[in-house]
């Protein structure tokens, strides 16, 4: 299974405080095992990375640096095809007045959409409201539990 993180589970992942922990340990685990091909979109380390530098979280934007270079995070870089299937989904959800964001804003929202679209992936967000409407969603409580893992073979299940 392919998933994307945005920047709610990514800044998860780096963050040192212990209710992120079984996100964590369900990362490391999926990792590891190679079941899962797990992506973050270069817009969403710049979200994440931004913030952290903002905030001073100095360790935090080591754990990004880690996850991103060997901690198994495949980054992704948006090409002409995900800028064009981004335009398209931002005018779709306007004229439907699902707005993502402001009109004067990137809207990194439908840029991810659209890579997890093109790389046929699911998103894994805090944000399923915005997301779900274009691309299949879980937040990180429930993506350890519809992704259940086989003591024996750690053989992946989807549970609807």
Avoid at 51 to 66: P, W
Avoid at 73 to 78: D, K, Q, R, S, V
Avoid at 114 to 122: K, P, R, S, T
Wanted: with cysteine.
């Amino acid at each position: 299974m392919k998933l994307f993180l945005d920047a709610g589970p990514l800044g998860q992942l780096c963050n040192s405080n212990p209710s992120y922990r079984p996100f964590q340990r369900w990362f490391l685990h999926s990792v590891r095992v190679g079941r899962l091909h797990v992506f973050v979109s270069a817009a969403t380390n710049y979200e994440v990375r931004r913030k952290l530098l903002h905030v001073g979280a100095t360790n935090s934007v080591e754990r990004l640096r880690e996850l991103t270079r060997t901690g198994g995070l495949i980054l992704t870089t948006p090409d002409i095809e995900t800028w064009d299937r981004a335009s398209e989904l931002w005018a779709r959800l306007r004229a439907e007045g699902m707005a993502t964001a402001a009109d004067a804003h990137v809207d990194f929202d439908v840029v991810l959409a659209a890579e997890a679209l093109i790389y046929g992936a699911v998103v894994i967000t805090e944000n399923a409201r915005h997301l779900s409407r274009v691309v299949r969603t879980f937040t990180p409580e429930e993506v350890h539990l519809r992704l259940r893992w086989g003591r024996s073979n750690c053989a992946e299940t989807y549970v609807q």
